[in-house]
């Protein structure tokens, strides 16, 4: 039985049009004065925040309030974390309160797949360490469909720290399920070991690539996850891989610019590139909204999940799965 | 959406098995006198707002303001409600896609709104459709048009517009076909699937 949105590749394509087809119809939602569904009535949804996040914390929160679901927000600061709890008993407690869904962020990659694995209810994976962030794949997907009116074909370059982004991993495996064709681009230091084995191209020089490009996804460079220089200088950073001025001028006239969020501007974007026509980082945000509720919807709306994987743990009541 | 959207009840048979109650004729002309009726009823159906509740009452919504404008040149605004998020009976299933919900862009405030559906059986997504509706806006009224009225109501609800009474068995399953979704116009009458449920 599928119950869980862990990673990006556990989502057919199917799936995956299943999710932004639902979500196409849910952000008519957003439009009406009365932003509210029944559709989740009597469920519980707990967030559990580990590290911090504003964007997608609000955002399932607001997705999981609009479907009528009771929603509980743990941040870890504040929490018996702090106390020194596991993972595992935090999950075992809110199991006990009835959570028929945990939405949760945890530094450490993996956190998800093995809270899946100790509690009955959904679990949804809102970012895990340098892993995954299935959501933000979903909805850059949603964004570039509604923006480009397709996904399959269209050439997505990714730009930045790809060592580091949970982010670009989940919108590998989805743009490749979707059938599109994704481009890497970052310095040496900055790609993973293994890239070669990923379902995407990759190459060191920016101003190649982006003539070609129909989307460009700006990822921030995450310092707080680099223990060294990577490297030598943000300057020396910028000018190489920052998008300013000067390199959107050389992009197609549809090409839409992205950025997950939260950005810095003037290093891997410049302000007036953020604020540009081109860019969408205001759509992404009102589109995770619409792309958080399909998801919820999905997993915990009916009976059983239609979207997701199976647990990799116990299985709940003895279910055949 | 099936002839019998339901319930996880009596399922859809086959359609095969079935025999036929209307003819395409005979649909022409029941939805001929149901706009009439709506003319009639609504005093010219001047405030009027058509909301079908996909798949097929969509079609039919379509269907009767494409008469009213042949019989009086007006021209009846025309949407679609999906009550998918709001029925009763999402838990016992896995969720299903949702379908479009488009509603005109004047609204529905003050409107006299004319729900459209194939099949009235239990009521229960005339039910869902109400609370739908209750979210949208604050229509001056509601009235309820069906192609088949099938019986075995399980709410409190009726319809203004019935095209026609077809009394029925629960084991039996009403197919409405209509020529946009099916290929030809029919209502047919069959046996009920075995449903596991």
């Not at chain 1, 949804?45 to 999981?64: G, M």
């Not at chain 1, 890239?195 to 490009?213: C, E, F, I, N």
């Not at chain 2, 529905?108 to 459709?129: E, P, Y």
């Amino acid at each position: 039985m599928k119950r869980h949105l862990l990673s990006a590749a556990d989502l057919t394509a199917e799936d995956a049009l299943l999710v932004l087809d639902t979500a196409e119809e849910l952000a008519q939602v957003s439009a009406r004065t009365v932003k509210k569904l029944p559709t989740l009535r009597g469920r519980t949804v707990v967030n559990l925040f580990f590290e911090d996040s504003t964007r997608t914390k609000t955002s399932f929160e607001l997705a999981a309030k609009r479907l009528s679901a009771d929603v509980i927000t743990f941040a870890a600061k504040g929490s018996s974390v702090s106390k020194g709890e596991t993972l595992k008993d935090t999950a075992l407690t809110l199991e006990a309160m009835g959570a028929d869904a945990v939405v949760i962020r945890h530094s450490w990659s993996g956190a998800p797949v093995n809270l899946a694995s100790t509690i009955r209810g959904s679990v949804v994976n809102a970012g895990d360490g340098t892993h995954e962030h299935p959501t933000q794949a979903l909805l850059d997907v949603f964004t570039m469909r509604q923006k480009l009116g397709r996904v399959e074909g269209l050439k997505v370059t990714i730009v930045g720290d790809i060592l580091h982004s949970r982010v670009a991993r989940s919108n590998v495996l989805l743009l490749k399920t979707l059938g599109a064709d994704v481009t890497l681009v970052a310095p040496p230091t900055l790609l993973p070991v293994g890239v070669d084995s990923w379902p995407a191209a990759y190459s060191y020089d920016l101003d190649s690539v982006l003539p070609k490009s129909d989307v460009v996804m700006m990822l921030r460079v995450q310092r707080e996850r680099m223990g060294a220089a990577y490297f030598p200088s943000s300057r020396e950073y910028s000018r190489r891989y920052g998008l300013d001025v000067d390199r959107v001028s050389q992009l197609q006239d549809h090409t839409i610019v992205m950025h997950p969020g939260p950005m810095v501007r003037g290093m891997e974007i410049a302000s007036e590139v953020a604020d540009g026509l081109r860019s969408t980082i205001v759509d992404q945000v009102a589109n995770g909204v619409s792309v958080r509720m399909a998801v919820l919807y999905l997993l915990l709306g009916g009976s059983e999940s239609a979207i997701g994987s199976a647990s990799s743990g116990a299985s709940p009541d003895g279910a055949v799965e | 959406m099936t002839a019998a959207p339901d319930r996880p009840r009596p399922g859809t048979g086959d359609p095969s098995a079935a025999r036929p109650v209307l003819d395409a004729a005979a649909i022409s002309r029941v939805i001929d006198r149901m706009a009439h009726e709506l003319l009639e009823k609504t005093g010219g159906a001047s405030d009027v707002v058509l909301l079908g509740i996909p798949t097929r009452g969509v079609t039919l919504a379509r269907r009767l303001a494409a008469r009213v404008f042949a019989f009086e040149g007006h021209t009846l605004p025309t949407g679609s409600l999906d009550i998918t998020l709001y029925r009763d009976d999402l838990r016992l299933k896995s969720p299903r896609a949702l379908e479009e919900t488009d509603v005109p862009v004047d609204g529905i405030d003050g409107k006299l709104v004319v729900l459209a559906d194939d099949v009235l059986f239990s009521g229960r997504t005339v039910r869902a459709a109400l609370d739908a509706l209750a979210d949208l806006g604050r229509p001056r009224a509601v009235q309820l048009a069906v192609l088949v009225d099938r019986g075995h109501r399980e709410l409190p609800i009726r319809a203004d517009y019935v095209g026609k009474n077809i009394p029925t068995s629960l084991r039996e399953a009403v197919h409405v076909q209509l020529t946009e979704h099916d290929g030809t116009d029919a209502v047919l009458l069959g046996p009920a699937a075995v449903t596991t449920t």
